[in-house]
C-alpha cells in the first residue's frame, strides 16, 4: 500500500470543546494501493472490543527487569489476530471495492472477510492511532498524589506533525489492599490483564479533565467509566499504582506508550473472493 490517512470527525452541537480530545469522534482510515483509493469507516471501539483484541495478540514472556505492565508495549509477536478481531467486530461499511455482480461488500455473505486480509489489518492498525500516542516524559502523577497527567499525541490525515492535546487529567481514589491484590498479577502483561485494569480503573477512578462526549465535558464517574479510551484507563491506572508502589520507571519504561501491537505486525496479502481490488 502506498499511502494511509485516518481522518476523526468531531461531533456538531454542544459547548466550545476544540481543545478537548473527542472521544466519541467518527472514524475512518483511507488507504492507497494501486492507484486506488479505499475507505474503512468503523463504530467506535469499546472497552469489551479492547479485550477481545487484547485476547488475540500472540506475546511472549516479558522481560522481568523492564518494570510493570511493560510487556504491554514491548512483547507482542504478532498481532494480525488481533487486528482480524477487532476490524471484524466495529467495521461499519467501506468504499472503493468493487463487487463483481454489483452488490454492496457488507452484503455479501463473507463480509466483512470478503475485504483483503491485507487491507483489513492495515486499516485495523491504523484504528487505533485514534487513541493516540503518549510521550512518557509527559506522563507524570501531580503532587496531590493522586492525578496522573499527560499530553496524548493523534495522527490524522496526512498533517506532517501529530495533533497534540494537553491538559489530559485523571484523578482517582486511594487504593485499598483488594486493588493492589488485582493490580500486582496483572502486571504480568498476559491478554487477561487488560480486563483487570479496566475493572481497576473503573473501581478507583473519580474525575477527568481534557475530554469530551456529544461536544461536552465528561462531569460524572458514570459517564467516565463508560466513556473513556480503553488505551487511556490502562497507561493511567498502571502509571499511579506502580508510583505508588515504588516503581521508579512508572511501570511503563518505553520512551513513547500506544496499544500494544502497532509496531509489530507484518502484512500478509490474501486473495479475496468476490471483491476485485
Not at 490517512?5 to 467518527?26: M, Q, V, W, Y
Not at 475485504?115 to 500516542?133: K, N, Q, T, V, W
Given at each position: 500500500m502506498e499511502t494511509t490517512a485516518r481522518t476523526i470527525e468531531s461531533p456538531e452541537g454542544g459547548c466550545d470543546t476544540k481543545d478537548l480530545f473527542p472521544l466519541d469522534a467518527k472514524r475512518s482510515v483511507t488507504l492507497q494501493s494501486g492507484g486506488?483509493?479505499?475507505?474503512?469507516?468503523?463504530?467506535?471501539?469499546?472497552?469489551?472490543?479492547?479485550?477481545?483484541?487484547?485476547k488475540k495478540l500472540s506475546l511472549e514472556p516479558p522481560d522481568e527487569d523492564c518494570g510493570f505492565a511493560s510487556s504491554f508495549q514491548s512483547?507482542?509477536?504478532?498481532?494480525?489476530?488481533?487486528?482480524?478481531?477487532?476490524?471484524?467486530?466495529?467495521?461499519?461499511?467501506?468504499?472503493?471495492?468493487?463487487?463483481?455482480?454489483?452488490?454492496?461488500p457488507n452484503d455479501l455473505p463473507n463480509w466483512p472477510e470478503c475485504i483483503p486480509l491485507e487491507h483489513?489489518?492495515?486499516?485495523?492498525?491504523?484504528?487505533?492511532?485514534?487513541?493516540?500516542?503518549?510521550?512518557?516524559?509527559?506522563?507524570?502523577?501531580?503532587?496531590?498524589?493522586?492525578?496522573?497527567?499527560?499530553v496524548l499525541l493523534v495522527d490524522v490525515g496526512e498533517q506532517e506533525q501529530a495533533t497534540r492535546f494537553h491538559g489530559l487529567v485523571h484523578t482517582f481514589r486511594a487504593p485499598h489492599a483488594?486493588?493492589?491484590?488485582?493490580?500486582?498479577?496483572?502486571?504480568?502483561?498476559?491478554?487477561?490483564?487488560?480486563s483487570v485494569l479496566h475493572a481497576l480503573y473503573?473501581?478507583?477512578?473519580?474525575?477527568?479533565?481534557?475530554?469530551?462526549?456529544?461536544?461536552?465535558?465528561?462531569?460524572?464517574?458514570?459517564?467516565?467509566?463508560?466513556?473513556?479510551d480503553a488505551f487511556h484507563k490502562?497507561?493511567?491506572?498502571i502509571k499511579l499504582l506502580s508510583a505508588l508502589h515504588g516503581d521508579d520507571g512508572g511501570g511503563l519504561r518505553v520512551?513513547?506508550?500506544?496499544?500494544?501491537?502497532?509496531?509489530?505486525?507484518?502484512?500478509?496479502?490474501?486473495?479475496?473472493?468476490?471483491i476485485a481490488n
Amino acid at each position: 500500500m502506498e499511502t494511509t490517512a485516518r481522518t476523526i470527525e468531531s461531533p456538531e452541537g454542544g459547548c466550545d470543546t476544540k481543545d478537548l480530545f473527542p472521544l466519541d469522534a467518527k472514524r475512518s482510515v483511507t488507504l492507497q494501493s494501486g492507484g486506488k483509493t479505499y475507505r474503512h469507516f468503523f463504530r467506535r471501539i469499546t472497552v469489551a472490543d479492547y479485550e477481545i483484541y487484547f485476547k488475540k495478540l500472540s506475546l511472549e514472556p516479558p522481560d522481568e527487569d523492564c518494570g510493570f505492565a511493560s510487556s504491554f508495549q514491548s512483547n507482542v509477536v504478532n498481532p494480525d489476530e488481533g487486528f482480524a478481531a477487532l476490524y471484524a467486530r466495529v467495521i461499519e461499511r467501506v468504499e472503493g471495492y468493487r463487487v463483481r455482480d454489483g452488490r454492496e461488500p457488507n452484503d455479501l455473505p463473507n463480509w466483512p472477510e470478503c475485504i483483503p486480509l491485507e487491507h483489513r489489518l492495515r486499516a485495523a492498525e491504523l484504528l487505533l492511532d485514534f487513541s493516540g500516542r503518549v510521550p512518557m516524559e509527559t506522563l507524570r502523577v501531580e503532587a496531590d498524589g493522586k492525578s496522573v497527567s499527560f499530553v496524548l499525541l493523534v495522527d490524522v490525515g496526512e498533517q506532517e506533525q501529530a495533533t497534540r492535546f494537553h491538559g489530559l487529567v485523571h484523578t482517582f481514589r486511594a487504593p485499598h489492599a483488594e486493588h493492589w491484590r488485582k493490580f500486582l498479577p496483572a502486571s504480568s502483561g498476559s491478554p487477561s490483564s487488560a480486563s483487570v485494569l479496566h475493572a481497576l480503573y473503573d473501581d478507583l477512578i473519580e474525575c477527568v479533565q481534557g475530554y469530551s462526549v456529544a461536544g461536552r465535558p465528561l462531569v460524572s464517574r458514570e459517564v467516565i467509566v463508560r466513556e473513556m479510551d480503553a488505551f487511556h484507563k490502562q497507561i493511567t491506572v498502571i502509571k499511579l499504582l506502580s508510583a505508588l508502589h515504588g516503581d521508579d520507571g512508572g511501570g511503563l519504561r518505553v520512551r513513547t506508550a500506544s496499544i500494544a501491537g502497532r509496531s509489530a505486525r507484518a502484512i500478509f496479502p490474501v486473495a479475496c473472493p468476490g471483491i476485485a481490488n
